[in-house]
């Protein structure tokens, strides 16, 4: 595998900058909880959580704010992240990440009422 290009970096410092502006209200403590629960280890069950987190450097009363009163420019984002580059290698390869694994997850949890349903491909016996 190769390396990925050097000006990942730039780039997401150019996101981070961007995102930034797509928050309309309350952005600084929208912009730390966006980075806590980026940076948190594990599982996140509560959003006071996130207020332990090294990266979120203010207390509950601001980011119960941030939740209540924050806002989002959704239509500036949409734009942001439809705008962002495919990942790639240096020479130009796409970097993805494909679930490749054969197992069929009959017991996987579904929504109340959807039914898992596997389909066996046309040169696969029944």
């Known amino acids: 595998m190769g390396v990925v290009c050097p000006d990942v970096r730039q780039e997401a410092s150019r996101f981070r900058a961007e995102f930034y502006e797509c928050l309309t209200a309350r952005r600084d403590e929208r912009f730390e909880l966006a980075d806590a629960l980026l940076c948190v280890d594990g599982p996140v069950t509560s959003p006071v959580d996130l207020t332990m987190v090294p990266e979120h450097r203010r207390g509950h009363g601001a ?21 962002l580059p495919l ?21 996987a949890p579904c929504s109340e009422g959807v039914k898992s349903v596997s389909r066996r491909g046309p040169d696969r016996a029944a």
Request: glycine letters at 12%; zero cysteines.
């Open 63 to 83: 980011l119960y704010g941030a939740l209540n009163r924050g806002r989002i420019d959704v239509e500036k984002l949409r734009t942001l992240l439809a705008g």
């Open 87 to 107: 990942p790639r290698f240096e020479g130009g390869r796409m970097v993805l990440a494909v679930d490749v694994s054969p197992w069929l997850r009959a017991d």
